[in-house]
């Protein structure tokens, strides 16, 4: 079994930073890639960045330019640096891994990008 095990978001002014960090766990054979989605109410889950095993990454036009995503492949670990945060970034963040196969979900952030 794998668990995902996220830490980090918050509120922030806008115009402000946070990160996210994802720690995949257990019996882990092969790391394919990991992403982060985000989701606010009433609207489907939005995948924003994603990375490879061969750190590829690509982003949503939304956060391109804003937000990065790293691994630390030793660390089995994905993070999420945002900057220059504004309000519609607000939601419940997941990290997402393709882990052995199976399809792995954090139990999610909340962010919250208000004055």
């Known amino acids: 079994q794998v668990q995902l095990a996220e830490s980090g978001g918050g509120l922030v002014q806008p115009g402000g930073s946070l990160s996210l960090s994802c720690a995949a766990s257990?019996?882990?054979?092969?790391?394919?890639?990991m992403a982060w989605y985000r989701q606010v109410p009433g609207n489907s889950r939005e995948r924003v960045a994603v990375?490879?095993?061969?750190?590829?990454?690509d982003y949503s036009d939304s956060v391109r330019g804003r937000f990065a995503i790293s691994m630390d492949s030793a660390k089995n670990t994905v993070y999420l640096q945002m900057n220059s945060l504004r309000p519609e970034d607000t939601g419940v963040y997941y990290c997402?891994?393709?882990?052995?196969?199976?399809?792995?979900w954090g139990q999610g952030s909340q962010v919250t990008v208000s004055s």
């Open positions: 997402y891994g393709l882990v052995n196969g199976g399809d792995y």
């Open positions: 257990g019996s882990i054979r092969r790391l394919y890639r």
């Open positions: 990375i490879t095993s061969a750190n590829r990454t």
